[in-house]
């Protein structure tokens, strides 16, 4: 089992930034593809971004394509998503989630394992 655990949600305002980060452990992380997903209330759960085992390959969902950039660091066994220029409609809450299928960055049906979330809220 590979154990996910999110941080760096809050309270913001719109046009601020937020960091998210996700440390994994129990598996060897530089094995699995990342990717964010977020569920705001009411709505199904969505693709945000991913990243390939290596960090060299990085997908994006269009409505945050030039404000939001993922990265990870296989050092640390951790992904991360940087957020600028944060918009209310991004509140939601953020998952991070993990694969080893190469393809199919927007299917969290082929994520493995998931995290818990980390709220964020954005204030107009």
């Known amino acids: 089992q590979m154990q996910l655990v999110e941080s760096g949600g809050g309270l913001v305002q719109a046009g601020g930034s937020l960091r998210l980060s996700c440390a994994a452990s129990?598996?060897?992380?530089?094995?699995?593809?990342m990717g964010w997903f977020r569920q705001a209330p009411g709505k199904e759960r969505e693709f945000v971004a991913a990243i390939s085992w290596s960090g060299g390959i990085t997908s994006y969902a269009d409505f945050v394509k030039g404000r939001f950039a993922i990265s990870r660091d296989n050092a640390k066994n951790t992904v991360y998503l940087q957020m600028h220029s944060l918009k209310p409609e991004d509140t939601a809450v953020y998952y991070c989630?993990?694969?080893?299928?190469?393809?199919?960055?927007?299917?969290?049906?082929?994520?493995?394992?998931w995290g818990q979330g980390t709220q964020v809220t954005v204030s107009s």
């Open positions: 989630a993990a694969k080893t299928t190469p393809s199919g960055d927007y299917v969290p049906s082929l994520y493995d394992y």
């Open positions: 129990g598996r060897t992380f530089s094995n699995y593809a």
